[in-house]
């Protein structure tokens, strides 16, 4: 076994991909040892999936911890989840290995039909209810809007739809920054 990952003949394991398994990834959050390879694309949505809607999170155990300081924690750690989530399988820079395919794409043609937003921001979207062909106001409004119905402070203090709350927080950042949707 080489154990090279350049010379791997592995096909990715997304249903369908075609492309190389050049990158592994634990099969879950508490299965280290066992790996599922992917190809560049599928890695990096993988990753992302992972980190926001499988398992135990490691927002979910620090809001165990410190209910009370929710809304303030979330808030930091979210803000750069990808970061986050490369940060776990021991690659620091996202754009090392993705290039100009990473997060931050500059979107050149930000408001053009028939575009294809990437993964992160095409998951935020869906996540907000909203439309890709929404301006950033017209997004905010959406997400204000489900904020409204999900935070403690806001619905009269239940805490069931923290999980929610806290993906509709992590797709507000993806979307304010992203230079995918015009201002508006
Ligand atoms: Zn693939």
Redesign the pocket.
């Known amino acids: 076994m080489s154990g090279a990952s350049e010379t791997s003949t592995r096909v990715?394991d997304?249903e369908g991909?075609e492309?190389k398994?050049l990158y592994r990834a634990p099969k879950a959050p508490d299965v280290l040892d066992d790996y599922f390879w992917?190809?560049k694309?599928?890695i990096r949505e993988y990753n992302l999936k992972w980190n926001f809607f499988d398992g135990t999170t490691e927002a979910e155990i620090n809001a165990q911890q410190s209910k009370d300081k929710v809304w303030e924690r979330t808030t930091k750690d979210f803000r750069d989840p990808e970061a986050r989530a490369w940060a776990r399988l021991g690659i620091e820079d996202p754009h090392q290995v993705l290039g100009d395919n990473a997060t931050r794409n500059p979107g050149r043609n930000a408001g053009g039909s028939g575009r294809r937003l990437p993964p992160t921001e095409r998951r935020a979207i869906e996540i907000l209810e909203a439309k890709e062909t929404w301006n950033k106001k017209e997004i905010r409004k959406a997400y204000k809007a489900l904020i409204k119905v999900l935070h403690p402070d806001m619905n009269g203090g239940d805490r069931s739809q923290e999980e929610q709350l806290n993906e509709v927080m992590w797709a507000w950042e993806q979307v304010k920054d992203s230079r995918s949707f015009p201002d508006g």
């Open positions: 990715c997304h991909c492309e398994g992917f190809c694309e599928h």
